[in-house]
């Protein structure tokens, strides 16, 4: 059994501790955010926040997390208040498939929460470890910088 707050509620999985924690999130606990991609950390599909930094569920044993605070895409906002980055992505059509889109916000949150006013290298480099193959890379970058400026503005990114 593993016991960890997901998303800012305390859970529990009764799963070997050697399973994925992409699969205690997308089997037992219901999640359908971060997705299975390649299953080898190539393609950041499966990025969480563990205790605030990007990691890769396909990978990360559901027992590394134990105690831990795990926050997915579904953890970021809410159809009513969305995240900034969420408006910032929807106002700058930052996606087609929306397959990688969920890896990519937890990332970007990561980095924003750490840097208020990031330059482009550094939400690059935030955003290097996924693969987004509908070509929405300069609209998601847009949409990154729209939400940074509209978080320390204290306003929607919309």
Not at 32 to 45: I, K, V
Not at 108 to 115: F, I, M, P, S, V
Not at 145 to 152: E, I, P, S, T
């Amino acid at each position: 059994m593993a016991r960890f707050t997901l998303n800012g509620t305390a859970v529990s999985v009764e799963l070997p501790g050697e399973v994925s924690l992409l699969h205690a999130l997308r089997g037992p606990l219901g999640l359908s955010g971060p997705r299975y991609g390649c299953g080898a950390e190539q393609c950041g599909s499966c990025m969480v926040l563990v205790d605030g930094a990007p990691r890769y569920a396909c990978t990360l044993a559901v027992g590394a997390v134990e105690g831990k605070a795990v926050r997915t895409v579904e953890g970021l906002g809410t159809p009513d208040a969305p995240h900034p980055l969420q408006a910032a992505f929807l106002a700058e059509q930052a996606g087609q498939c929306g397959f990688c889109l969920p890896g990519i916000l937890v990332s970007a949150a990561a980095l924003l929460e750490r840097d208020p006013d990031p330059d482009e290298a550094a939400i690059r480099a935030a955003l290097e470890p996924h693969l987004c193959r509908c070509g929405s890379h300069n609209r998601i970058l847009r949409a990154v910088r729209r939400a940074a400026r509209a978080m320390r503005e204290g306003r929607a990114a919309a």
